[in-house]
């Protein structure tokens, strides 16, 4: 499967820089999971600030929308 990076890229809403992982969806969402966390794209922009990732900020914020 060919990775759209560049696309991918332009509509990353990660705020988190530097970031080798930026538009490697597929590598972040490895990356994070090793963590036990979600991809920052996962939260509102508000929550997504927070650099929490867990799961359990995920399912909070997610409640409030």
Do not use: V, W
Not at 5 to 17: D, P, V
């Amino acid at each position: 499967m060919e990775c759209k990076k560049g696309t991918n890229s332009q509509n990353c809403a990660c705020t988190y820089e530097p970031r080798p992982r930026k538009g490697a969806c597929c590598d972040c969402a490895a990356y994070h999971r090793e963590l036990g966390e979600l991809p920052g794209c996962f939260f509102t922009p508000a929550a997504e600030r927070t650099y929490d990732r867990s799961i359990e900020n995920f399912i909070r914020t997610s409640k409030r929308n």
